[in-house]
T-cell receptor
Framework: GQQLNQSPQSMFIQEGEDVSMNCTSS?????WLWYKQDPGEGPVLLIA?????ELTSNGRLTAQFGITRKDSFLNISASIPSDVGIYFC???????????FGTGTSLTVIP | ETGVTQTPRHLVMGMTNKKSLKCEQH?????MYWYKQSAKKPLELMFV???????ENNSVPSRFSPECPNSSHLFLHLHTLQPEDSALYLC?????????????FGNGTRLTVT
């Protein structure tokens, strides 16, 4: 199957700092999704991206669909303790229906 | 989000047991999915149903048997599982299985096979 390389694997940051994470692939994707998963719960959709170059915000979160269509970025501004969790990217190819997932970025926010 | 409900939340079963996982979606979606989530690995797609017809079986062993009686309900029947099948099993739904429709997940069933 397709491999999505998500980095970094983990981050430890101070409250108030900005966060950046990204997802890359060797394949071209038509759709990028970003999810957050809290312990003991399922992933929750944060942002969906459908066009190359698209920049979409959801509160303090901003995600971009890379121009090459092989990558996507998620930024969190002014982090707060409730941002703690695991963030996943997911991409869908032009052909087929399956979403492929990254291995996640674990975020810890130190108060 | 309570649009997708999974039961039970936790399940411990022996290798000779038979059990079932249940999923119900209240979002009016047409497609439903089973995913397996293991530590340090990406989510693995197991099965896809569109309008209650199975459209994808991702080479899943026959000890996992899905059932989709209608677009709102999805089951995963388990029998003679192995310890390596212990994982979080996530159900998801989407408006349709293509075109970039986002997946909406339930909270999962944490399965432990002893």
């Amino acid at each position: 199957g397709q491999q999505l390389n998500q980095s970094p694997q983990s981050m430890f940051i101070q409250e108030g700092e900005d966060v950046s994470m990204n997802c890359t692939s060797s394949s071209i994707f038509n759709t990028w999704l970003w999810y957050k998963q809290d312990p003991g719960e399922g992933p929750v959709l944060l942002i969906a991206l459908y066009k190359a170059g698209e920049l979409t915000s959801n509160g303090r979160l901003t995600a971009q669909f890379g121009i090459t269509r092989k990558d996507s970025f998620l930024n969190i501004s002014a982090s707060i303790p409730s941002d703690v969790g695991i963030y996943f990217c997911a991409g869908q190819l032009n052909t087929g229906n399956q979403f492929y997932f990254g291995t996640g970025t674990s975020l810890t926010v130190i108060p | 989000e309570t649009g997708v409900t999974q039961t039970p939340r936790h399940l411990v079963m022996g290798m000779t047991n038979k059990k079932s996982l249940k999923c119900e979606q209240h979002l009016g979606h047409n497609a439903m999915y089973w995913y397996k989530q293991s530590a340090k690995k990406p989510l693995e797609l197991m099965f896809v149903y569109n309008f209650k017809e199975q459209t994808e079986n991702n080479s899943v062993p026959s000890r996992f048997s899905p059932e989709c009686p209608n677009s709102s309900h999805l089951f995963l029947h388990l029998h003679t599982l192995q310890p390596e099948d212990s994982a979080l099993y996530l159900c998801a739904s989407s408006q349709d299985p293509g075109g970039g429709s986002p997946l909406h997940f339930g909270n999962g069933t944490r399965l432990t096979v002893t």
